[in-house]
Nanobody, 126 residues
Framework: QLQASGGGLVQAGGSLRLSCATS????????VGWFRQAPGKEREFVSV????????DYANSVKGRFTISKNSAKNTVDLQMTSLKPEDTALYYC?????????????????????WGQGTLVTVSS
């Protein structure tokens, strides 16, 4: 099970760093994504990283403001969030996906991620 942490209350323009503990699930064929769900809305893709080569993808709404990274020694994936906006308020989840080979393309499709943890709440006040 993956476990997300680091959420909290922050003012608009501020920063937060989320962390996802993967409990040793990772391998060179693993992808870890961040998703978020605001009240009354569907869960949406935020970012993803491929463990093999650190290839990343970002939703347009967070590109340039959020940075995803991994720590191989700790088996964690962090999401550094800067220039936060009230519309970033949501429950943030990390999720993992095992793939068949090293170079499987990154995906934003929430349905293909099989390993989910509980979310961590991010609230951005205006």
């Amino acid at each position: 099970q993956l476990q997300a942490s680091g959420g909290g209350l922050v003012q608009a323009g501020g920063s937060l760093r989320l962390s996802c503990a993967t409990s040793g699930r990772t391998s060179s064929k693993y992808h870890v994504g961040w998703f978020r769900q605001a009240p009354g809305k569907e869960r949406e893709f935020v970012s993803v990283i491929r463990w093999f080569d650190d290839d990343t993808d970002y939703a347009n709404s967070v590109k340039g403001r959020f940075t995803i990274s991994k720590n191989s020694a700790k088996n964690t994936v962090d999401l550094q969030m800067t220039s936060l906006k009230p519309e970033d308020t949501a429950l943030y989840y990390c999720a993992g996906r095992s793939t068949a080979s090293f170079r499987v393309s990154l995906t934003r499709d929430v349905a293909v991620y099989r390993h989910w943890g509980q979310g961590t709440l991010v609230t951005v006040s205006s």
